[in-house]
């Protein structure tokens, strides 16, 4: 039986649905990639639309707080003092839309197609599921709440800016504004749920150490014929270098990297594969033959409880049309490893650094630059706040959610509970079949509307929880 708050959450969100996704349209418009200085003018310009759409929602202030890199957005509403605070948790700021000439429509230019997933439509554009869709499901679950005269809690608002570049001015941020951000839980959609018929909490998340590896060769590029098997070449340097950071049981190899790593049970290990997994549709879905990764783990732990190693990017010498017989002088890759419980990011990177210093061989010179960082983190499944999301999925999709390990990283939730001393709850809606951080990104219809009410009555649940 529908409650009331759900009856009139439900009507509002009918009512309005129309201009809540021209709304997040104008929103995806906005090219506000964090990573490229050029888009700089499009971040701040999205970080004051979601100022200016949070005051309309109903917010009490909103401002813009500066910082060395992209700004943050806070904003509150402050219903009374007595009552619990929801402290939300979101970005702004996208990947990259590169290369463009993949997509099938321009990336910023967002239009809604039907898929086998998304039956009833889906946005495509950059940032329509990471994170725009996702966090601005959350002002418009608040407007709902406002204009419902439903909303149970006090609530504040973090938006940032720089979630895809690591996020390193908002641990600054976090540290001087203890008490603006006083909460009693922190709420983030930036997840993603197993399917639309299997819904699903996220309670555990891998940590990130990314760096960027440069060897560099001879003072120039050389003629291949003249100088070719006399002098060492940097991009077969550097494939020799790669290839040896795994062994032949897909383990890595950098002395010291499992020290630390916790190793789940039996019990926890069998408890993970309750949730629905198929390798040859996981392998058809990616169009490979077959899967691979470290002896001894199924896929499902493979990308959720075990860390890795992985190339994001590799180039030198000549990439251009047709060919040019050269020998380069540099070349380059960015690396990524996703840790786990209880390595630390730091420690990985300088672990990291040493050991591919001394892969190198006579004839080149090699560096080691880290980007960012972030810890792993594990949510508890008995809180009364993990109980408060569980039945707004029950109340709002019909069946309880699955808790499930993410093998992503969101290097904010270890922030936030060491500095804040606060789980988050995240409750995100996406898809695997999403292509977020790819070309073609997409967000159903269904899970932004889905998302927006279920949002609404995990607040109802929580403070009646609280009482």
């Given at each position: 039986m529908k409650t009331t708050?759900?009856?009139?959450?439900?009507?509002?969100i009918k009512q309005h649905q129309d201009r809540f996704l021209g709304e997040l349209?104008?929103?995806?418009?906005?090219?506000?990639?964090?990573?490229?200085?050029?888009?700089?003018?499009?971040?701040?310009?999205?970080?004051?639309?979601i100022r200016q759409r949070l005051l309309e929602a109903g917010a009490d202030s909103a401002t813009i707080h500066e910082t060395n890199g992209h700004p943050i957005v806070y904003g509150e509403r402050i219903q009374d003092p007595a009552l619990p605070t929801v402290l939300v948790y979101g970005h702004y700021d996208v990947q990259p839309a590169d290369p463009y000439e993949l997509w099938d429509s321009p990336p910023f230019e967002p239009v809604v197609r039907q898929t086998k997933e998304h039956p009833e439509g889906a946005i495509f554009a950059r940032g329509a599921c990471d994170d725009k869709g996702q966090a601005y499901m959350h002002v418009k679950a608040f407007e709902t709440m406002m204009q419902s005269g439903t909303l149970p809690c006090n609530v504040k608002f973090m938006i940032?800016?720089?979630?895809?570049?690591?996020?390193?001015?908002l641990e600054i941020f976090v540290?001087?504004?203890?008490?603006?951000?006083?909460?009693?839980?922190?709420?983030?959609?930036d997840t993603g749920i197993i399917s639309n018929t299997t819904p699903s909490i996220t309670v555990g998340l891998r940590g990130m150490s990314y760096v960027e590896v440069e060897v560099v060769g001879p003072n120039r590029d050389l003629h291949s014929g003249r100088y070719g098997g006399a002098v060492a070449n940097p991009i077969n340097v550097l494939c020799n270098m790669i290839a040896r950071l795994h062994d032949e049981k897909g383990r890595i190899t950098i002395p010291g990297f499992y020290d630390k790593v916790t190793n789940l049970s039996l019990d926890d290990r069998k408890a993970m594969h309750e949730v629905p997994h198929n390798d040859d549709e996981f392998a058809a879905d990616l169009g490979?033959?077959?899967?691979?990764?470290?002896?001894?783990?199924?896929?499902?732990e493979r990308v959720g409880i075990r860390p890795t190693l992985d190339v994001n990017g590799i180039w030198g010498g000549y990439i251009?049309?047709?060919?040019?017989?050269?020998?380069?002088?540099?070349?380059?890759?960015k690396i990524s490893m996703r840790l786990v419980p209880d390595q630390n990011s730091d420690e990985v990177t300088d672990?990291?650094?040493?050991?591919?210093?001394?892969?190198?061989?006579k004839g080149v010179k090699v560096a080691v630059r880290p980007h960012h960082g972030g810890e792993p983190a594990v949510i508890p499944t008995d809180s009364l706040e993990y109980r408060a999301a569980s039945a707004a999925f029950e109340e709002c999709w019909g069946k309880a959610p699955v808790p499930t390990r993410d093998g992503g990283s969101i290097p904010i939730v270890s922030l936030f509970q060491r500095e804040l001393g606060l789980d988050s709850v995240l409750l995100g809606f996406g898809l695997d079949s999403d292509n977020i951080h790819s070309p073609n990104e997409k967000y159903g219809v269904f899970n932004y509307l889905k998302g927006i009410e279920t949002i609404a009555s995990f607040y109802q649940h929580y403070a009646g929880m609280k009482k």
């Open positions: 708050s759900q009856s009139a959450h439900q009507t509002y349209f104008d929103l995806l418009r906005i090219p506000s990639v964090s990573a490229d200085p050029k888009f700089a003018p499009d971040v701040r310009r999205a970080a004051e639309y940032e800016g720089e979630e895809e570049v690591g996020s390193d001015n540290q001087n504004n203890k008490d603006l951000l006083a909460a009693d839980v922190i709420l983030i959609s490979v033959d077959g899967l691979q990764g470290e002896e001894g783990y199924t896929t499902i251009g049309e047709g060919a040019k017989t050269v020998l380069p002088s540099k070349a380059y890759a672990m990291f650094a040493k050991h591919f210093l001394s892969l190198a061989p």
